[in-house]
């Protein structure tokens, strides 16, 4: 978009208030203006795609990355001075499995050549070769219980597979993000005879061993840290949108997909549970106090006195009790909100997460038992969309991004070294800093919005362990993402649970440094060699806490 020059016209040299102040509102009418030309012309593209649709047509095609700006803050969160990732000698790394020496044409030398011994290279290769194997089960037959008995197959080659085939499907969809036929056949070009429709059934047959790695690996890890990070993107299930959720910390990445994304949606990920129906609902001053909190209306108040104060009830329970009663949808849903959320702050059976760190969507207040933490770069984004055609709007932006990123820089350097003294004084610092007044109306609107957040993005003064973003959580979104690029959707309920459980355990295998091959194929042999990833959780973050 190109930029106004303004006019030549140096505000800060008009010494009449009134005319001063009557450029600003110009200056602001022009961004207004240009700010909504923009929303109009997109809205009119759009309109204009589903009449092409309509008719049969093609609408504009989207291509990504055009006609957005960068909202990019990579380069402003970078640490100055950082030093480059080193990389250790790839020798150090590899398993020597043989060792050749490589002979000289002793003609093709001068003749006062001397020997100097051998230079090592490192050279990787891959070994593929099919194994066919015989099984020759022994079989025996009891004339007395007319009954045969047969040796039974070895973990993990039941149905004509053999273990490591099995691994391998795995780690190509999951990993490589391959659907059914491009499995078929590389693994029919190293001579395996298998087809679509048995890659399909190794995918998604007998895969209750993995949901309850699942369901542990998650455990763990809402027991491993303070906070947990949240966020979901979009899913496909049949045809349907639907939402896949991620939580996660740095010892893991747990996925699940979910009709909805509302908060108790959430929630029942939180609780363990599939849907919200199956969650526990409380009536107690907890739950008073998060229903006014979400704007409850006073003339409900009287049926508020009825509900059964303290003992847990069913969501059939609940939905009994308030049959008949003229509520809103909205204050429907926000009673049961808040009864599920107070039931959740007290469950002992589950952990129980003290903080969430996320995005600034509704879904994610109100559900972790301490605070909600705000991601700073999520906020910083915000700035970034701003897009001042005047250059002193522009001056005015660039310059206060360069304030922003300063004061996260230094929050980032409270986080080494935290202290009392540091605490008064970067909140002091966040409030002026945010109290700015520019002019540009759009820019001070921006300003305020981040103040009014004030004590989640400065949650991180009181627990220097939280991170400053949510990055972990949008990483893991990606994931999700990129096999909904390749694969659009799931058509069954099975194979969309097997999906977040593969992913799950892999994304979380890569946090802990565990081969995932190895891994699969040591959980389908059930050697169980290995140890489990819930457990490797649990021993990490204890010398996280001890250290």
Excluded at 359 to 385: N, S, T, V
Excluded at 428 to 438: G, V, W, Y
Excluded at 458 to 467: R, S
Aim: charged share 25%; proline share 4%; net charge neutral.
């Amino acid at each position: 978009m190109p930029t106004l020059i303004d006019l030549g016209i140096d505000l800060d040299t008009i010494t009449d208030p009134h005319i001063r102040e009557g450029f600003i509102q110009l200056f602001n009418l022009v961004e207004e203006l240009a700010s909504g030309n923009d929303k109009l012309r997109l809205e009119n593209q759009a309109l204009r795609d589903e009449v092409a649709r309509l008719k049969g047509e093609q609408g504009q095609p989207h291509i990504r990355g055009r006609n957005r700006s960068d909202v990019s803050s990579e380069q402003e969160r970078k640490t100055t001075g950082a030093s480059s990732r080193h990389r250790g000698s790839k020798k150090s790394k590899l398993k020597i499995t043989r060792s050749e020496v490589i002979s000289i044409d002793k003609t093709t030398l001068p003749d006062d050549a001397r020997s100097k011994g051998y230079q090592t290279a490192i050279i990787q290769d891959l070994v593929i070769s099919t194994d066919v194997i015989e099984l020759q089960r022994e079989t025996y037959y009891s004339p007395s219980r007319k009954k045969t008995f047969t040796a039974p197959v070895p973990a993990g080659y039941e149905g004509g597979f053999g273990p490591r085939i099995k691994a391998l499907t795995i780690l190509l969809k999951t990993v490589g993000n391959m659907t059914e036929v491009p499995i078929a056949q590389i693994l029919g070009s190293f001579g395996v005879d298998i087809g679509k429709s048995t890659v399909d059934r190794m995918l998604l047959k007998d895969k209750q061993l993995f949901h309850d790695e699942k369901q542990a690996i998650f455990i763990a890890g809402l027991h491993s840290t303070s906070y947990q990070h949240i966020d979901d993107t979009a899913a496909r299930v049949k045809g349907e949108n639907q939402h896949s959720h991620v939580i996660c910390n740095p010892y893991y990445s747990a996925f699940f997909t979910r009709e909805r994304k509302d908060r108790l949606s959430v929630l029942a990920i939180l609780g363990m549970v599939d849907s919200p129906t199956q969650l526990p609902y409380v009536w107690n001053s907890a739950a008073n106090v998060i229903l006014n909190t979400m704007g409850w209306p006073n003339k409900h108040d009287e049926l508020l006195e009825t509900l059964p104060r303290g003992r847990p009830l069913t969501y059939d329970e609940l939905t009994n009790l308030l049959d008949g009663v003229a509520l809103s949808d909205i204050s429907h849903n926000r009673l049961f909100e808040a009864m599920a959320i107070a039931a959740y702050h007290i469950r002992t059976d589950i952990p129980v997460v003290p903080i969430l760190m996320a995005d600034d969507a509704p879904q994610f207040k109100l559900l972790a038992a301490l605070a909600l933490a705000l991601c700073w770069i999520h906020d910083g984004r915000h700035y970034k969309k701003l897009t001042p055609r005047l250059v002193r709007h522009q001056k005015q932006l660039d310059s206060f991004l360069d304030q922003y990123w300063a004061f996260y820089h230094q929050l980032l350097a409270y986080k080494t070294e935290p202290s009392l003294a540091q605490v008064a004084a970067l909140t002091e610092q966040f409030n002026t800093l945010f109290a700015t007044k520019t002019g540009y109306d759009q820019l001070d609107d921006r300003i305020a919005k981040t103040l009014a957040k004030s004590d989640e993005l400065l949650l991180v003064l009181t627990h220097p362990e939280l991170p400053l973003h949510n990055n972990p959580a949008e990483l893991g979104a990606r994931a999700q993402v990129r096999k909904r690029d390749v694969s659009l959707h799931t058509m069954t309920d099975e194979g969309t649970k097997v999906v977040d459980t593969f992913l799950t355990i892999t994304e979380t295998a890569k946090k802990l440094g565990v081969n995932i091959y190895d891994y699969l194929y040591d959980r389908i042999t059930k050697a169980y060699n290995l140890t489990a990833l819930a457990d490797i959780i649990q021993e990490r973050s204890q010398l996280t806490t001890t250290s």
